[in-house]
């Protein structure tokens, strides 16, 4: 499902979550609040994972090469007693790794360019309480 702003930027919703235990879609209805500001739009991973077995998820967007780049923003949640110090958000275009993104404890939004080249699969893999939002492909 695409949907096209004023400005020609579009928003679509992934077609899938690997390993998706406590990772999620943002909606008005499944949102977060990170320095007063609400996000209702983009993906979340509400969980860590600490050497254990299981591994991070990744979110799956389907391009179809229509695509020249993906302007968003990108933080770590960390609103109260998260555990974790450090994250990342890795994107990652038809399984190649092209943006790698340290998020810290703390540390403001980010508003971040990802090139996607007109390619045809985007995966977001999300570390600890990170969050991708008000993403606009265009």
């Excluded at 499902?1 to 499944?30: D, F, H, K, M, Q």
Aim: aromatic share 16%.
């Amino acid at each position: 499902i695409a949907v096209v702003s004023a400005l020609g930027a579009v928003n679509i919703r992934p077609y899938g979550i690997v390993n998706s235990y406590y990772a999620y879609e943002l909606s008005p209805w499944n949102s977060i609040t990170f320095r007063g500001h609400e996000y209702t739009q983009g993906v979340y991973f509400d969980d860590y994972y600490h050497g254990s077995k299981a591994k991070n998820p990744r979110v799956l967007y389907n391009l179809e090469n229509r695509f020249r780049d993906l302007v968003c923003t990108v933080a770590m949640n960390t609103n109260d007693y998260k555990d974790c110090d450090s994250s990342f958000v890795r994107f990652y275009l038809d399984g190649k790794l092209i943006k790698n993104i340290t998020l810290k404890k703390g540390q403001a939004v980010n508003t971040i360019t990802v090139p996607l080249d007109y390619r045809n699969q985007l995966q977001i893999e999300l570390g600890c309480y990170a969050f991708v939002a008000d993403m606009n492909f265009r």
